[in-house]
Nanobody, 127 residues
Framework: QVQLVESGGGLVQAGGSLRLSCGASGRTFSGYDMGWFRQAPGKEREFAAAIKWIGGNTYAADSVKGRFTVSRDNAKNVVYLQMNSLKPEDTAVYYC????????????????????WGQGTQVTVSS
C-alpha cells in the first residue's frame, strides 16, 4: 500500500510560481509512475503532468506545457511539480497519484490507470 501526501499549495498572484511536493509512506516510489492531476470547482479531474518510472520520461498536458515541470527524486522518495507563470485558470486542488510502472506511456493521462491517490493540496492563483 502506498500512501501519498501532497504539500506546497497556497495562494499566489498570476505570473508567480509554486512547487508542489508529493511524498510517500508505506513503501517507496520504486517501480511506480507518478502523475499530477487537478480538479477545479465544478469541473472534472484533469491530467496535468506525469513521469514514468522506466526511463524517467515526462508528459504534460497542453494547458500546462512549457510552464509546469514534473520531476522525481527517488533517493528522497519525493515527486515534484514546479509550476511557473501561473494563471487564474490553474486554480484547483492538485493531486498526486501512483501506478505500476509497467503500464504504457500512452495511458499516463488517464486517471483510471492510477491505483493510489493523495488527499490533494489547494492552489489558488489570483488575478
Amino acid at each position: 500500500q502506498v500512501q501519498l501526501v501532497e504539500s506546497g499549495g497556497g495562494l499566489v498572484q498570476a505570473g508567480g510560481s509554486l512547487r508542489l511536493s508529493c511524498g510517500a509512506s508505506g513503501r517507496t516510489f520504486s517501480g511506480y509512475d507518478m502523475g499530477w492531476f487537478r480538479q477545479a470547482p465544478g469541473k472534472e479531474r484533469e491530467f496535468a503532468a506525469a513521469i514514468k518510472w522506466i526511463g524517467g520520461n515526462t508528459y504534460a498536458a497542453d494547458s500546462v506545457k512549457g510552464r509546469f515541470t514534473v520531476s522525481r527524486d527517488n533517493a528522497k522518495n519525493v515527486v515534484y511539480l514546479q509550476m511557473n507563470s501561473l494563471k487564474p485558470e490553474d486554480t484547483a486542488v492538485y493531486y498526486c497519484a501512483a501506478r505500476p510502472g509497467v503500464r504504457t506511456y500512452s495511458t499516463l493521462s488517464n486517471p483510471s490507470t492510477y491505483d493510489y491517490w493523495g488527499q490533494g493540496t489547494q492552489v489558488t492563483v489570483s488575478s
